[in-house]
């Protein structure tokens, strides 16, 4: 492994706000998937929170290998990439799950 990275302290508190933000963005999607607009849910609804929660998967996996010190900090980046990616397909999904727009 490449265990001669180690995360300075400004580096841990950004991917903890970057995470926390991210899983707590997922989370409330996931939720409105389900609950809104009404029970029961769309079958789209459901689609879309499976599309995202796979995504998410791949973003833990990553971020996995990366504390494990198996990915080069080079990835790190790709992996902000990954969380932006989601969390703009959160936002996208919850404005549709709400009818924004409409």
């Not at 580096?11 to 706000?17: F, H, P, Q, T, Y």
């Not at 198996?70 to 992996?79: G, N, Q, V, Y």
């Given at each position: ?97 709400h009818d924004v727009g409409r």
């Amino acid at each position: 492994g490449l265990k001669w990275f180690a995360p300075s302290r400004e580096d841990r508190i950004i991917n903890l706000v970057v995470g926390s933000l991210t899983s707590l963005l997922i989370l409330v999607t996931l939720i409105s998937a389900f609950v809104f607009p009404q029970l029961p849910p769309k079958p789209l609804n459901i689609f879309f929170a499976v599309c995202i929660s796979l995504s998410s998967i791949t973003a833990c996996i990553l971020i996995y290998w990366y504390r494990q010190g198996d990915l080069e900090p080079k990835f790190r980046k790709l992996i902000y990439y990954i969380l932006f990616s989601i969390i703009m397909l959160c936002i996208c999904a919850n404005l549709y799950f709400h009818d924004v727009g409409r």
